[in-house]
């Protein structure tokens, strides 16, 4: 717990940077983390798999850009109901899909991915269509705009900080245990009693309702929504950050968003290497570091180091 | 009634397609239980090599057959690189093929780049008129080729004996080993199998349709519905489902709006997999695993 | 002691798998404070009964009612939360976690915690995880584990291991325990904990019914013994009555074959002095277990060598060793002038070696003619790859020989060359998996478990086919449960237990002595049973065996 304390003083500090590109690269960061996260619940610690997860964060960020202008909500109110109702969504999804398993599982959440896909785009009178939205409300605080990174970063920053606590309390309690057992054995979970099918269900309602809350953070930055960022690649994205974080660890999530998003930065000016290193670093992370990238790193490093030490002896 | 016809040509001709890249699963999926989310990407990737080879002087038919024998070895080296040590769990495997297919994507970006592609028709651009619609010749050798192919797999899976040593591997692997079938070996060769599938797959269908390093997401999820639809581990059902999947779509692009079609098609992914998802011939032989 | 109230049950319970009946017309009782063990031979249908009880499998027919509710459509997770818990045979340990962790994660389902408060990080969920490590500590102390409590679970031994399940299935609240062959595996001194531990669960007010294999372990807990066989009860009683009852005894050490051409009263001298198969001090380990220790055994050519003991006494282990499947720990196998330690399973076949398997093992979907010619893979690979798409004449002759050879013994497999395997009878089945082991012409023929499930006429004809076989000069392994059909057509056979071989010699003297009997079936009160035929009234028609 005192690691998240530390965090959250070195989000704190990381405030006051001049750069604000280093400040939108950090907002970016904290709105992905909420999305990895809830997905990294779901596959890491209760063993499923979800390959349409941008659009839950999707479904938040028109969710609730649509309710505050629609129904002339408030952005902090309409942020809330679009993350209820896509939590509600998550849930039903889950009666669906949860009697699938394996490749079966994979493809219903990358057709759901794809139909709410497809529906932001083409769906123009509600939507906006490929041009999507403009003049999304944004967020004020006692009559100040949030609309520059600095402004949104507490926004941001708060939240992420807010879900990793919750994860990790989760994870820690009794009901982590549950979902420990559920993603290793489930026959074995339902002879102790527990309720693998609904289990299931709670984790991918929560994993959504993260990624809708990031969704709406999103929308009401930024003032303005286009479906582009919605699509199947960001799904890909975030399930190669959880891969790279090691799926069923907090903080290598964290390292597994941080690391893909300034990654992609760096490789901005070579154009389309980011694919490739995506790719690579995907097959890599997976034949190599089953564990996550941060877990073999710190295995190599430690090998590393009693391999000198005993050199020296 | 001439629209109805022109779609239904042209469903049936990106249908031949989705049915061969399902094979392409299919081919894998007999023998290993893996699937392989790549398979797209080596369609892509035989229509690129063809292309490049013929920019530096190749003759046609050569750059045709080097490209899909180039691939063909690919999918073998990828499965014994990349598939085999990390397959143990079905979630690994889906990951893993996913980060190949992106890797791959990103190579070809890197080697050629992302502009749409083409290459020359096989047999000339003259429409042919058929009942009242126009078909590009190539057409015919998209569907021609796809039926061969289906046919040739069906009576390779069915008759032949290495066939059914393949089969044997996803049925029962321990009683293959049993009678001495090397297992990881058939799993390379149905990798290799699978990668000239899908640059077959990929090179017939790019005169018509231009292939960019990104086209081969869409033509394996395709080909994975086709293979849903049709039920998994048949190469007829794999054909089946991807002319019935070719063909709707076509349909709904031409009365709806061409960006729904790939909504249609995953609804009816979805319909299948709740309703039906041993799909309209039944799942062959579960791989047992 | 007996308490009188019923608990548990069971009435009119019938499971069938496809074609397969699993259980048939099940029916049985347990009292409060019973301890209650489910005995009878491999295939008997003791987990399917198990998986019923618990919820994870769905009865075709019959009842299931615990304190007078009727669970048998239950999911598994609402018959546990309603006090019936069990452990598994594989024991199945969450690895990733620890020991205590393990047992707390028995315990979390009945605290009924919900998500958002899970969330919290303080208050209930601190409460409620203090609880349950309180309870569990409880429970390790029960079993006898409080030492290890914080270990990761995967590193316990076996005997351990299997604690650790009842510990966890405690934690779940459960009043009626079902274990699942607590003691497999077990040394003397695990075993002797164990009885001791689920004697202490019946003192605190648990109830008991427990699978078990091995009878001393029954002998020393069972105050009601229920015996199936074949998906049926056909016994059930005190300890002593079952022991000593006809159908029971048969049940196990199998009916006799009256096979045509029984074995001669001496065995045959091999042709050649020299060993064909030679195993040596062989150890192997199998899921952690000592599956096999220290094991010796010899085979002469042209003999027929059987291999009995009781369930888990490592008779498949042994094949599925030598046949390549499972490393060995320690020993020699040698065969002809190799060794087969470390050949692959493969392999095995290319070196003279066929086997049919236990459970058949079939391309259920390939045709009949297609396993046969499956089974000659390893000499056509052998003539180069480009044969398995174009056959040479030379070969074509090969494969036809041995085809005809299999079809002129059992003539029915070339009437249904085209049928799918999968849908042959249980005879057919096991003809099948001997035909395709034939295919490769081996030297040395290895059967594993060929009579089960099947009816006495079918075992016959099996028999007499293996000496047939026996005649035309294959040396034979035969590695059977059924005991008595087995020693008729033996020239010489080993007797197994608990991974180690308590007796061998020619199968007149074993079949003759009394006292084997004992070590095969592991109790006392066996020991007036004879391994051989010729026992008073068995054949009465109540008979279970008569299909």
Redesign the interface.
């Known amino acids: 717990m005192w690691r998240i304390g530390a965090f959250t003083l070195l989000i704190v500090a990381l405030w006051f940077v001049e750069n604000n590109y280093v400040l939108n690269l950090l907002v970016v960061i904290a709105l992905q983390t909420m999305s990895a996260l809830g997905l990294s619940l779901l596959m890491g610690y209760t063993g499923q798999i979800s390959l349409g997860h941008a659009a839950f964060y999707g479904l938040g960020a028109y969710g609730s850009a649509l309710i505050s202008m629609r129904l002339g909500l408030n952005p902090w109110l309409s942020i809330f109901a679009a993350t209820a109702i896509v939590a509600g969504i998550g849930w039903s999804l889950g009666w669906l899909v949860f009697r699938l398993r394996g490749h079966h599982l994979a493809m219903a959440t990358l057709a759901f991915g794809v139909i709410v896909y497809v529906g932001f785009v083409e769906l123009h009178d509600l939507t906006g269509g490929p041009n999507g939205l403009q003049d999304v409300p944004i967020f004020t605080v006692l009559g100040t705009f949030l609309d520059s990174d600095r402004l949104i970063y507490p926004l941001a920053w708060g939240a992420c900080i807010l879900t990793i ?6 994870v ?7 979902m ?2 559920v993603a ?2 489930e ?10 099918s609904a289990l299931k269900r ?1 984790i991918l309602m ?1 994993s959504a309702a993260w990624a809708a809350f990031a969704g709406g953070i999103w929308a009401h930055y930024l003032g303005y929504l286009s479906p582009n960022p919605f699509d199947v690649g960001f799904s890909i994205k975030l399930l190669v950050m959880v891969a790279i974080g090691g799926f069923a660890n907090i903080w290598g999530v964290l390292f597994g968003v941080a690391f893909v998003t300034i990654l992609g930065q760096l490789l901005k000016p070579f154009g389309f290497y980011d694919v490739v290193i995506y790719g690579l670093l995907l097959v890599i992370v997976m034949v190599f570091f089953p564990n996550g990238l941060l877990d073999g790193l710190v295995t190599l490093a430690r090998s590393a180091v009693s391999g000198l030490r005993g050199a020296r002896a | 009634m001439t629209d109805a016809l022109q779609f239904l040509f042209a469903g049936l001709v990106i249908g031949s397609i989705y049915g061969l890249a399902g094979i392409g699963f299919t081919a894998v999926y007999n023998v290993t239980g893996v699937v392989n989310f790549a398979q797209g990407d080596f369609a892509m990737l035989g229509a690129m090599l063809a292309i490049a080879m013929m920019a530096v002087g190749t003759p046609m038919i050569v750059a045709i057959v080097l490209a899909i024998i180039v691939v063909a070895l690919l999918g073998g080296v990828i499965e014994r690189l990349a598939i085999r040590p990390a397959s143990q769990t079905v979630i690994r495997g889906i990951i893993i093929t996913i980060g190949l297919g992106v890797l791959l994507q990103g190579v070809a970006v890197v080697l050629w780049d992302s502009n749409p592609k083409s290459l020359p028709a096989f047999s000339g651009e003259t429409p042919i008129n058929v009942l009242g619609a126009t078909l590009p010749p190539q057409s015919i050798w998209v569907v021609g080729t796809a039926v061969v192919l289906m046919v040739a797999l069906h009576f390779f899976f069915q008759r ?3 066939g ?2 393949f ?2 591997c996803a ?2 692997p ?9 297992v990881p070996t058939m799993a390379s060769i149905s990798f290799m199998l699978s990668g000239a599938l899908g640059a077959v797959a990929g090179i017939i269908v790019t005169p018509i349709a231009l292939m960019q390093y990104d086209s081969g997401i869409g033509i394996g999820i395709k080909g994975f519905i086709a293979c849903i639809i049709g039920g998994f581990g048949h190469p007829i059902g794999a054909a089946i489902g991807g002319l019935m999947l070719g063909v709707i779509e076509a349909f709904s692009a031409g009365y709806l709006s061409s960006g729904y079609k790939d909504a249609i098609a995953f609804i009816l992914l979805l319909g299948f997999l709740f309703a039906r998802p041993e799909g309209i011939m039944g799942e ?2 579960k791989a047992q695993h | 002691m007996k308490a009188g109230h019923p608990l548990l049950e069971v009435s009119g319970v019938t499971v069938s798998f496809g074609g397969l009946v699993a259980l048939d017309n099940v029916g049985v009782h347990v009292d409060e404070r019973e301890i209650v063990a489910l005995i009878g031979p491999n295939g008997a249908g003791k987990t399917t009964l198990l998986n019923v009880l ?1 919820g ?1 499998t769905a009865p075709n027919s019959g009842t299931v009612s615990f304190r007078g509710r009727r669970i048998e459509r239950l ?3 609402r018959v ?2 309603l006090g019936i ?2 452990t ?1 045979q594989s024991v ?1 340990l ?4 620890s020991v205590r ?1 393990n047992v ?3 315990g ?4 009924g ?1 919900g ?1 958002g408060v ?4 303080f208050g209930p ?1 601190k409460a ?2 203090a609880r ?1 490590r309180e309870q569990a500590d409880e429970f390790l102390g029960i079993v006898g584990l409080s030492q290890r409590a914080d270990e990761p679970a995967a590193i316990l031994p076996a005997g351990q291991q299997r604690l650790l399940g009842i510990a ?2 405690l ?2 609240g459960g009043e009626l325990i079902l274990l699942d062959e607590p003691g497999a595996g077990l040394n003397d001194i695990e075993k002797t904990e164990l009885i001791d531990v689920i004697r202490r669960l019946r003192d605190n007010h648990r109830t008991i019914l427990f699978v078990e294999h091995d009878m001393s372990v029954v002998g020393q807990l069972a105050e009601r013994i229920v015996v199936l066989d074949r998906g049926r009860v056909i016994a059930e009683g005190l300890p002593d009555d079952v022991r000593r009852s006809p159908e029971v005894i048969e049940a196990y050490l199998g009916q006799p074959a009256a096979a045509a051409g029984a074995r001669p009263a001496t065995a045959r001298t091999p042709a050649d002095a020299r060993p064909l198969l030679n195993v040596a001090n062989l150890s192997v380990r199998y899921s952690g277990l000592l599956a096999l220790d220290d094991l010796s055994l010899t085979i002469g050519t042209g003999e027929i060598v059987a291999v009995v003991g009781a369930n888990g006494a490592g008779k498949s282990t042994l094949l599925k060793t030598i ?1 390549g ?1 499972v490393p060995t720990a320690g020993g020699t196998i040698g065969f002809e002038e190799r060794t087969l330690n470390g050949v692959r ?3 095995i ?2 070196a003279g070696i066929g ?1 049919a ?1 236990e459970g058949r ?6 045709s009949v003619m ?1 396993n046969l ?3 000659n ?2 000499r ?2 052998a003539a180069g790859f480009v044969n ?2 174009f ?1 040479s004449r030379r070969l074509q002759q090969q494969l036809d020989r041995q085809l005809q050879t299999v079809f002129e013994l059992f003539p029915v497999l070339l009437e249904r060359r085209g049928q799918s395997a999968g849908t042959l009878s249980g005879g057919q089945g096991q003809m099948l998996a001997i035909g ?1 082991a034939l295919m ?1 012409a081996p030297k040395l023929l290895m059967l594993d478990e060929p009579s089960l499930g099947l009816a006495p006429q079918v075992v016959s004809q099996i028999m007499a086919t293996l000496l047939r076989l026996r005649d035309d000069g294959l040396t034979i392994l035969l590695v059977e449960q059924n005991a008595r059909a087995a020693l008729e057509i033996a020239d010489r056979a080993y007797v197994l237990a608990a991974g180690k071989v308590v007796a061998s010699g020619s199968a007149a003297e074993l079949a003759g002595d009394k006292a084997i009997s004992e070590a095969y079936l592991g109790w006392e009160g066996a020991r007036d049973t004879a391994l051989s035929a010729g026992e008073p009234a068995v054949e009465a028609a109540a008979s279970p065996g008569s299909r």
């Not at chain 2, 321990?174 to 090397?182: M, S």
């Not at chain 3, 979390?108 to 605290?111: F, G, M």
């Open positions: 606590v919750l994860a990790h309390n989760l820690h309690s009794p009901k982590g245990l549950s420990r057992s290793e054995n026959r074995v979970a339902a002879s102790l009693g527990q309720d693998v709670q929560l | 032949s004996y290495l059914k040593a089969r044997a049925v029962n321990f009683a293959a080993r049993l009678v001495g079938v090397r062959m032989e | 618990a994870a999911p598994a997770h546990n939360a818990a069990r598994f199945e969450l690895q990733r976690l962790e707390m994660a028995g979390v389902a009945r605290t915690l998500l899970s969330m919290l990080g969920p409620v995880e349950l966890r299935a934690a779940t046949a499947f399973a493969e392999e076949v290319g086997m398997p093992e079939l391309f259920p979907t390939l297609d010619t499956l089974g893979y390893t056509i690979r398995l798409l056959r395709r490769s």
